[in-house]
Nanobody, 123 residues
Framework: QVHLVESGGGLVQSGGSLTLSCGKSGTVFTINGMGWYRQAPGKQRELVVQ?????????VYADSVKGRFTISRDNAKHMVFLQMNNLKVEDTAVYYC???????????????WGQGTQVTVSS
């Protein structure tokens, strides 16, 4: 199983920056990718960024965050980060970290979620 814990959310003024962290623990066979989703009040959860570790790897950002958000990872510390710059009011949401993993070599890939961290951007 993969256990994910997000941190770093908070209240920031428009134009400001925040860095979200996602720590992962647990033993799995392999993690194929990680990323971030967000969910604003009354809206569906939407992809912010997906970082695919397989097939040479690829990183895809939502158009709304391109050029402002950056995903990074520290494999030694089992951490994934989301650097968010030039934040806008519409970035206000609960941000969720996810990991796509095979728990065992023979198991199907599963998506694991963190509990979420609130980001509020004021005007």
């Amino acid at each position: 199983q993969v256990h994910l814990v997000e941190s770093g959310g908070g209240l920031v003024q428009s134009g400001g920056s925040l860095t979200l962290s996602c720590g992962k623990s647990g033993t799995v066979f392999t993690i194929n990718g990680m990323g971030w989703y967000r969910q604003a009040p009354g809206k569906q959860r939407e992809l912010v960024v997906q970082d695919d570790y397989s097939s040479g790897g690829s990183t895809v950002y939502a158009d709304s965050v391109k050029g402002r958000f950056t995903i990074s990872r520290d494999n030694a510390k089992h951490m994934v980060f989301l650097q968010m710059n030039n934040l806008k009011v519409e970035d206000t949401a609960v941000y969720y970290c996810y990991a796509d993993a095979h728990v065992t070599e023979m198991s199907e890939e599963r998506r694991f979620w963190g509990q979420g961290t609130q980001v509020t951007v004021s005007s």
